[in-house]
Each structure stands twice: as C-alpha cells, then as structure tokens.
C-alpha cells in the first residue's frame, strides 16, 4: 500500500491500513465462528424436519428468515440486555480470562448469537433439501443393518446429503462473511466499522471504504475459492 | 467574491465605527438591538405562553441593556445569520450561544465568555468523577463525532464503543453495555431528562474539551466591549449569574448540568 503519487490522491497512511487489517481479523473470526455454530444447528434443525418437532422448527425457522437481520442484531443486543439483570449484565461486560481463553465482549456475543441464529436457519433450508436428495433406498438398507437413526443419519446420510448440497452450503458461508458487516450497528469492531472509523478520522472517504471492499472481496473470493478446491480434493480421493 | 463582500461590509462597520461610537447611537435611540435565537432552548428560544422570546442568553442581554439604560429590543436570528446581522448594523450585539473561534475573530469582536460548553459525559451515579477513571471503562460515543476522535486520542486506555446516535448510545448504558457515554453537555442533559430511570444517572463533574459562549460585538468598539465585560463580570460577583445559569440548568430545571464555568475563568 505504497502511495502511488502519479494518482495526486492522499493515501492512508500504515496506521489505518493497520486498523482494516484488525477489522479484517474480526470479521474472519467472527464469521468462522458463525459459520461452524450456524451448521451444527442448521443440521440439528434439518434432522428434526420429518420428526413431531415439525411445526415448532417451522415456526423458529420463519423467525429467523423472514425478518431482517438489522433487527435481530438490535434485538439481541439492545432488547435481550435490557431483559437481563443488572449483575448479569456486569459480569457480561467485564473481562474474564478462562487460561488463556478470553471472555468475547457483549458486542461480539450479541452479533455470535444473533448471526448464528439467522445463518442456522438459512443452513436447516440447504441441508434438508439435501437429505431428500439422497435416495430412500440409502435410510432404507441402513435400517437394515440395524443401524439406530441418528447412526444413519451421522454415517450413512448425511456425508451423501452434505455433498448434494456443498454449493449452496458454501453460498450460504460466504453470506455469513457479508452479513457480519452489519454488527457494526452494535459497535463490533469488524472491517465495515473500522472502516467507517478510518474514514472519521482521516476524512479521506473514498479511499476507506474502498479499501474496505478490496479487503472483503479478497476475503469472501478466498473462502469460495478454497472452498471449492477443498470440493475438487475431496471428490479425487471419494473417487478412488 | 464572498471574501469581498464580507470585507466591504468590515469597510463599512469600520467607517462607522470612525465617525461615531456605536454606545453614542444606542444612548440616543434608546434601544439596545441584539440578536438572539428563538428556536434554541434553553439559550434562546420563543415562549409559547408569553410569545416573547426568552432563554439565558436573553437574560444576559438584558442586563446589558438596563446598564445602558435602554429598552432591549431582540432580532431573532440562527446561526447562519448572526454574523451578516450584525455587521450590517442591524443588530449592535449578537447573544445567540456564540462560540468563539479564530475565524470569527476575523470579523467581529468577542466580550468574555458567560458561557462554556464541551464534551461530557453520562455514567452510573457517582461511578465517574475524574478524568483518570475513564482508563479501563467502555464508553459510547456517537459514530462519526469528533468527541470519538478526542476520546481515542487523549485515553487510549479507554474501549470506545461507536453507536449510530446518541439516542442508541445511552440505550446501551442504560442496559450496562457502557460505563459511560459522551457527547456535548447540554445534548446529554437534554437525553437525561426525558430517561424514565434518569435517578441512576448523572452528568461527570469535568469536561473534556472546552467550547467558550460569548456576546459578539461589531469590530472596533472598545468603549461597548468594555461595558459588556464589565456587566458580565458584576453578574459573576453579585451572584447574578447563577441565579441566571439555575434558571436554564439547575437541579429543578428539566435538564441540570453542573456550571463548572464562572464568568472570568477565561479571558
């Protein structure tokens, strides 16, 4: 990020450059978290698709997926503290440290939670869709070996649905790394924040939020391109 | 083409000014002319009840005009045309919560500040007295403020949380997201006054960048801007000027802010 003089524009100087990158680090943790979180949920939410839980994972699932995710972050953190008690809530905005674990802050909490709940239920959409695809026969002969459900869905299943459905799964990642942007409305420090905070500071807003899309762009390309690599592997050794 | 016309402007106040004294004029119309807003509570602002305008900057200005010896007579203005106003004589004063900067020392002349405005903050009662205490704390600050700027700069030790408005900031220190938020002291009274659970709360008792308030004088009076610094200062000493800051901003007005400015703390 060397200041290209010929262009006779300012440039950010390495300092703020230096807050995108923390911001960068932010949004890729917090959507890393999110998206390991959002598909153990999403796949519990699938399975219980066919079971007498039916009606009720409907209902949590439109929740989540017809309203904005604005709204839910706002929710999370502004509505469900004020609901908190008081000594509740002082403990969740201090620093603890578990070894060398730290506490998150509430903002981050709030944007795991609200993030996670949302991206679940887009997750639940795409690995049901997955596991109809595989045929009946697969739940079938499973059966047959005497197999209890959740050991066909773990082993037999869902390794066939997951692979039906990797695209969109993937898709549904790459959403997750876009819509941390929006925690910004509840002060997580990610790259859309930092950015806007570089811009107040600098003035130089062409060149922060610039910077802040060339960074998400190579963040979200990255991912899709490793994740589809990862598909290109995998399927070389299935195959063998 | 601007610069020009404000200079021939600065030429005729300043031929005015040569011919005759601007108290002279005064005397002998009877009438004080000053500018005030009438849409700015509670430094100027328009009565509902007694349709007159009214607020502090007023009741300082009418201390002016009975040391004159004249009837007050308030031009409503905002802050775009407090300036032309007053140097285009229309207005002899301009008591409008005029801060003092460089670039309007360029065209008009300041008295003593009466009044002093800056960043502050809302914290948990009794939880935020000193400025060393914000070391450590989560304070809110609006997104895009130059009080977010200061607050980075000056306490790196501080975890500054940015909040779209100031509105949305003190939800979160209602709910103990923050320990404090910060904004201009008269906007954070104003937010405190209409909270339902405003008793756990205060103001802090410092603030950290300062903005002076003082009445605007047409360039060049020396004999005016020496009887208003004197007005003022006697207000300080008879106590006159905190009967007239609790009026607008004690304890028993909607929106109490601690006066932590006395006239002639600043000159």
Redesign the interface.
């Known amino acids: 990020m060397s200041p290209p003089a010929w262009l006779g524009y300012d440039w950010l100087a390495p300092r703020f450059i230096g807050w995108m990158l923390e911001g960068v680090v932010q949004t890729a943790w917090l959507s890393l978290l999110v998206c390991v979180a959002a598909s153990v949920l999403g796949i519990v939410l699938a399975a219980l698709q066919p079971s007498r839980l039916r009606w009720p994972v409907n209902g949590w699932l439109a929740a989540h997926r017809y309203t904005p995710l604005l709204v839910q972050l706002l929710l999370w953190?502004?509505g469900v503290?004020?609901l908190l008690p008081?000594g509740a809530?002082?403990w969740l905005?201090a620093p603890h440290a578990f070894g060398p674990l730290t506490w998150p802050s509430?903002?981050f909490l709030a944007a795991f939670i609200a993030l996670t709940l949302y991206s679940s239920a887009f997750i639940a959409g795409e690995v049901e869709a997955g596991l109809r695809g595989v045929p009946a026969g697969q739940y079938a002969a499973a059966h047959a070996l005497g197999m209890r459900p959740w050991q066909v869905l773990r082993h037999i299943v869902l390794p066939q649905a997951l692979r039906l459905v990797y695209r969109p799964l993937l898709g549904q990642y790459l959403a997750v790394i876009k819509n941390t942007s929006l925690t910004m409305?509840i002060?997580v420090a990610e790259l859309s924040?930092r950015s806007?905070?570089v811009?107040?500071?600098t003035l130089l807003t062409f060149q922060a939020f610039a910077v802040a899309t060339l960074l998400y762009l190579l963040l979200v390309l990255g991912t899709q391109l490793a994740g589809v690599r990862l598909q290109t592997a995998q399927r070389g050794y299935g195959d063998a | 083409m601007k610069s020009k016309l404000i200079l021939a402007l600065l030429l005729a106040a300043g031929a005015n000014s040569a011919f005759a004294d601007r108290i002279d004029d005064i005397k002998k119309d009877g009438v004080l002319r000053v500018a005030a807003f009438d849409s700015n509570p509670p430094f100027g602002f328009l009565d509902a009840q007694t349709r007159q305008i009214n607020g502090l900057d007023v009741d300082v200005a009418r201390h002016i005009a009975s040391k004159l010896g004249v009837k007050l007579e308030l031009v409503p203005t905002n802050p775009a045309n407090r300036i032309p106003l007053l140097v285009s004589g229309k207005a002899d004063l301009i008591a409008a919560n005029f801060t003092v900067t460089p670039d309007r020392a360029k065209q008009v002349d300041f008295s003593l500040p009466y009044f002093a405005s800056g960043q502050q903050f809302i914290a948990r009662k009794g939880s935020l007295q000193k400025p060393d205490q914000l070391a450590g704390l989560r304070v809110g600050a609006d997104k895009g403020t130059t009080q977010e700027i200061t607050l980075r700069d000056k306490y790196p030790a501080t975890k500054v949380v940015s909040y779209d408005d100031t509105p949305l900031a003190f939800a979160a220190l209602r709910n103990g997201n923050v320990n404090a938020i910060t904004q201009d002291g008269s906007k954070l009274a104003a937010l405190l006054a209409n909270a339902p659970d405003k008793d756990k709360f205060e103001i802090a008792p410092f603030t950290l960048t300062r903005e002076y308030q003082a009445i605007g004088l047409p360039k060049g009076e020396a004999r005016l801007q020496k009887l208003v610094n004197d007005v003022l200062l006697s207000l300080e000493k008879n106590g006159e000027a905190q009967k007239i800051y609790d009026r607008w901003f004690g304890p028993s007005t909607k929106a109490p802010l601690p006066r932590d400015f006395k006239i002639g703390d600043k000159v």
């Open positions: 953190y502004f503290a004020s008081e809530m002082l905005n509430f903002e409305a002060g924040y806007r905070q811009e107040t500071e």
